[in-house]
């Protein structure tokens, strides 16, 4: 089912003009969307209200264009919190930027990190492609990123103040893994999910303290061709996944305790025409 939204003509501008997009995140409380801009080297942080009762209703009421010096290729983003944002870029460094207020925000506006983790500091940071926020109990936000240059899955603990903003830096993920370029974690923090481009899969991993580059997955979806963009739904029943080599997003079920074992989509959704 494909769902209208609704735009005024300004913000229905913006998204023309977005030219080639590579990842899409909503805001912890659902409120602001923000896309990446590939070739604009830029981020648009769309202001959104969802209502759901009866038929699900989008609005898109305004949208902000975000620069930064620090963007070069944005190519993945989350969320640390409702109003900051991580962002890799192929071009090198992972900037961690503070988005101005919603009801203060201009069409454009140009940011500089409050933080930044530094490709020229940081080896391991080769091509990243995706970042997901780990919410654990420690006190300091914890980065996955997705490394196709070095494939590998990072993970970065964020300093406190300003500046480089890396605390501690480790490969967490690196057997089997071939061009890595997408990951989700369950809401319960429980899975992750990497998707495998190489190896036309996406690895599932229990995330347990034991979880070193040298694990294997616990789980396997198959039977996509080029697996991009990956994501949990919020009652961690299904995984969808983006096919980059297919117009289809393809949904995964998880009918037992875990993701476990290898599986096959339940449902292919067309996309694209």
């Known amino acids: 089912m494909e769902i209208e939204y609704r735009a005024s003509d300004e913000v229905r501008d913006v998204i023309a003009s977005l030219g080639r997009t590579e990842d899409v995140r909503f805001s912890p409380n659902n409120r602001r969307l923000a896309v990446a801009a590939f070739h604009r080297n830029a981020v648009a942080v769309f202001d959104i209200e969802i209502e759901s009762a009866g038929k699900p209703q989008v609005t898109l009421s305004r949208v902000t264009r975000c620069t930064s010096p620090s963007l070069s290729y ?30 203060v925000a201009g069409p454009v506006c140009e940011l500089s990190p409050v933080q930044i983790l530094r490709a020229d500091l940081i080896p391991s940071l080769v091509y990243s492609g995706s970042v997901a926020v780990l919410r654990s109990p420690r006190p300091r936000p914890e980065l996955l990123i997705c490394n196709g240059g070095g494939n590998t899955v990072t993970k970065h603990m964020l300093n406190d103040g300003a500046g480089d903003a890396a605390a501690s830096c480790s490969v967490l993920l690196r057997k089997w893994l071939g061009t890595p370029d997408g990951v989700s974690i369950s809401s319960d923090q429980r899975w992750i999910a990497i998707s495998n481009h190489d190896a036309h899969g996406v690895m599932l991993y229990r995330n347990e303290p034991s979880l070193n580059e040298s694990s294997d997955p616990d789980g396997i979806l198959r039977s996509v061709t080029y697996p991009h963009g990956v994501r949990f739904t919020a009652d961690g029943r299904h995984i969808l996944v983006a096919d980059a080599g297919a117009p289809y997003v393809h949904v995964y079920a998880n009918t037992g305790e875990g993701w476990h074992g290898l599986r096959n989509p339940v449902g292919s959704i067309r996309v694209m025409d």
């Open 74 to 103: 944005p190519h993945g983003l989350d969320f640390i919190d409702d109003d900051t944002l991580a962002v890799v870029s192929r071009g090198g460094d992972v900037p961690i930027l503070k988005l101005p207020a919603a009801h």
